[in-house]
């Protein structure tokens, strides 16, 4: 039994390190997201409403948002442009790179 939870254990681990982002090309890929979520206390014009930085924010989070305005799942026209031609890896990638500002 502990050679099994053992080896769970250790493939989890694996899943977790093969799924990981690059945050230089996360860097690379998210120029466009840093225009409205890279600026401290940024509220849109219309309709108006606070925009969330994302320097800092857990990794499984960005990576479950953008694939749901990329699926429809939430709706926001930008986001849902914005995430539209992103692939799995470029999702990955951009929640490395969020995750790695403070």
């Given amino acids: 039994m502990k050679k099994l939870v ?6 989890m681990f694996a899943t977790q390190i093969l799924a990981a982002g690059d945050v230089e090309k996360g860097k690379l890929t998210s120029y466009t997201c840093t225009g409205c979520h ?7 014009a219309y309709p108006s ?14 990576i479950s948002a953008l694939k749901a305005y990329r699926s429809g799942d939430r709706s ?7 995430a539209a ?5 470029d999702i990955n990638n951009i929640a490395a790179y969020f995750t790695s500002v403070k």
Avoid: C, W
Avoid at 76 to 82: D, E, G, L, S, Y
């Fill in 49 to 62: 409403y606070h925009v969330p930085r994302l320097g800092g924010q857990n990794e499984a989070y960005i």
């Fill in 76 to 82: 926001h026209p930008t986001m849902k442009a914005q």
């Fill in 6 to 11: 053992s080896t769970l254990m250790l493939l």
């Fill in 38 to 44: 890279g600026i401290k206390f940024y509220k849109n």
């Fill in 85 to 89: 031609s992103l692939s799995d890896e």
